[in-house]
């Protein structure tokens, strides 16, 4: 599993093939204050290929209720996607699916804002090593 730390924050976990890596935020409490969930400083010495999913918030108690989430990337420190994600009612996208090229030594970082504090997300990330 991945290191957490008190924001719930993961860390790269480089597979044992060394073809690639993945992150996960695990399960985050939706709050209204932008908050980092995975944080990467350095992706490694080769470009990656990168695949992440974001669900939006949904209360595991009643799956009727949801949330209003913004999800940032930020690519050494600049923004470079953004996504809203609607998970409550029964219209909107209840989820996000990037795919970027990360470029070697690149820092990386995943942000999320909800509109109010209704329920959990999770948030996944993984890398593909490409080139020699």
Same mark, same amino acid.
């Given at each position: 599993?991945?290191?957490e730390?008190?924001f719930?924050? +993961?860390?790269?976990?480089v597979?044992k093939?060394?073809?690639?890596?993945?992150?996960?935020?695990?399960?985050?409490?939706a709050?209204?204050n932008?908050?980092? /969930? &995975? +944080? &990467?400083?350095? /992706?490694?010495?080769?470009d990656?290929?990168v695949e992440i999913?974001?669900s939006?918030?949904?209360?595991?108690l009643?799956?009727?209720?949801g949330?209003t989430?913004k999800l940032e990337?930020?690519?050494?420190?600049? /923004?470079?996607?953004?996504?809203? /994600?609607? +998970? +409550?009612?029964?219209t909107g996208?209840m989820?996000a699916?990037? &795919?970027?090229?990360i470029?070697?030594?690149?820092?990386v970082?995943?942000d &999320?804002?909800?509109?109010?504090?209704?329920g959990t997300?999770?948030?996944?990330?993984?890398?593909?090593?490409?080139?020699v």
């Amino acid at each position: 599993m991945a290191i957490e730390n008190e924001f719930g924050l +993961s860390s790269q976990q480089v597979l044992k093939s060394n073809i690639g890596w993945w992150a996960s935020s695990g399960q985050i409490t939706a709050d209204t204050n932008a908050k980092p /969930v &995975i +944080s &990467i400083t350095n /992706v490694g010495q080769r470009d990656s290929l990168v695949e992440i999913y974001f669900s939006g918030a949904i209360d595991n108690l009643d799956l009727s209720l949801g949330n209003t989430s913004k999800l940032e990337l930020y690519l050494n420190d600049t /923004v470079i996607y953004q996504a809203k /994600v609607i +998970s +409550s009612g029964a219209t909107g996208q209840m989820y996000a699916n990037v &795919i970027c090229f990360i470029p070697a030594r690149g820092k990386v970082r995943i942000d &999320i804002t909800d509109a109010a504090p209704t329920g959990t997300h999770t948030t996944i990330m993984r890398g593909h090593f490409v080139g020699v």
